[in-house]
Nanobody
């Protein structure tokens, strides 16, 4: 059974920084494309950033230049460094693993709240 566990969420002031972590159990991590998504109240879940097995990254336009996604395959962990956060970054942040067979696994989410 694969489990993804996010951590690092919390309350931060606008302009501040936060680092989220997503740790995977099982043996799929190094062979999976990983991603961060977020869902604000009343809105659909949206893509924040992705990272492939070889480290290639993509970002939503709204976070480019402020957020950095990375992964440590030895620790089965993915990170999201969030800098210069804005109130509109407030959401529940989810990590997702997509296996070679395209099966998706989701974490339970971690709340990020940015105060103005």
């Amino acid at each position: 059974q694969v489990q993804l566990v996010e951590s690092g969420g919390g309350l931060v002031q606008a302009g501040g920084s936060l680092r989220l972590s997503c740790t995977a159990s099982g043996s799929i991590f190094s062979r999976s494309r990983m991603g961060w998504y977020r869902q604000a109240p009343g809105k659909q879940r949206e893509l924040v950033a992705t990272i492939t097995t070889d480290g290639s990254t993509t970002y939503a336009d709204s976070v480019k230049g402020r957020f950095t996604i990375s992964r440590d395959n030895a620790k089965n962990t993915m990170y999201l460094q969030m800098n210069s956060v804005k109130p509109e970054d407030t959401a529940v942040y989810y990590c997702k693993a997509t296996t070679i067979s395209s099966y998706p696994y989701w974490g339970q989410g971690t709340q990020v709240t940015v105060s103005s």
